[in-house]
């Protein structure tokens, strides 16, 4: 299987600011996805950008990927004290189709202080 | 309508207890998942089910049983708990068979093995 990886592990940030968290993963996709878990709850999916895109958006948040680095990046513009949270990038792997699986990295956690 | 649902959420085991977690869904998804996330870890894929009738292992299925009972239900049974089971669960669920989608999850159930 594969995983990705976010970094930072942990961001603290005060609101307003923007948050940047990447991800990296280790073969090729045809898509990546992003979730938000907040704190004792389950994940919700944020976005998905396919391979053939390049930069992707949703209300606050933005997403790039660069397939030849294989990395991505979700960026939160103006933030909330509502945006506390782990973020996981998450990225299929196996063969495809109607076995198709997502494998996810360890989370940022972000902390936005009001 | 409800989404996913899990029960129980919150479980005390010994250790050699049996347990089952029960999942369903009523958005008429063909997959479903059971994951485990563990501090530091992320999530991790236990089993998966691409549609009803079939099965078949992620990344972490030691120690785990699981069935489709139908479209709607998939268990997750562990037969004899070790504390390293302590964890929580997720189920997700999938519509499609194609290569892209979101996962919609439940709220998770917290499992103690002592």
């Known amino acids: 299987s594969q995983q990705g990886e976010e970094d930072p592990q942990a961001l603290s940030i005060q609101e307003g600011e923007n948050a940047t968290m990447n991800c990296s993963y280790k073969?090729?996709?045809?898509?990546l996805q992003w979730y938000r878990q907040n704190s004792g709850r389950g994940l919700v999916h944020l976005i998905l950008?396919?391979?053939n895109e390049r930069e992707k958006h949703s209300g606050r948040l933005r997403v790039t990927l660069d397939t030849s680095k294989k990395s991505s990046s979700l960026l939160i513009t103006a933030s909330r004290a509502a945006d506390t949270a782990s973020y996981f990038c998450?990225?299929?792997w196996g063969s495809g189709g109607s076995n198709y699986k997502l494998t996810f990295g360890k989370g940022t956690l972000l902390t936005v202080n009001p | 309508n409800a989404g996913v649902t899990q029960t129980p959420k919150f479980q005390v085991l010994k250790t050699g207890q049996s347990m089952t977690l029960q999942c369903a869904q009523d958005?008429?998804?063909?997959?479903m998942y059971w994951y485990r996330q563990d501090p530091g870890m992320g999530l991790r894929l236990i089993y998966y089910?691409?549609?009803?009738?079939?099965?078949d292992k992620g990344e972490v299925p030691n120690g785990y049983n699981v069935s489709r009972l139908n479209k709607r239900e998939f268990s997750l049974r562990l037969e004899s708990a070790a504390p390293s089971q302590t964890s929580v669960y997720f189920c997700?669920?999938?519509?499609?068979?194609?290569?892209?989608?979101?996962?919609?999850f439940g709220e998770g159930s917290r499992l103690t093995v002592l």
């Open positions: 997700a669920s999938r519509t499609g068979t194609g290569g892209t989608g979101e996962l919609f």
């Open positions: 958005m008429n998804h063909n997959s």
């Open positions: 089910s691409a549609s009803e009738g079939t099965t």
């Open positions: 073969t090729s996709i045809n898509n």
């Open positions: 950008i396919r391979s």
């Open positions: 998450a990225t299929p």
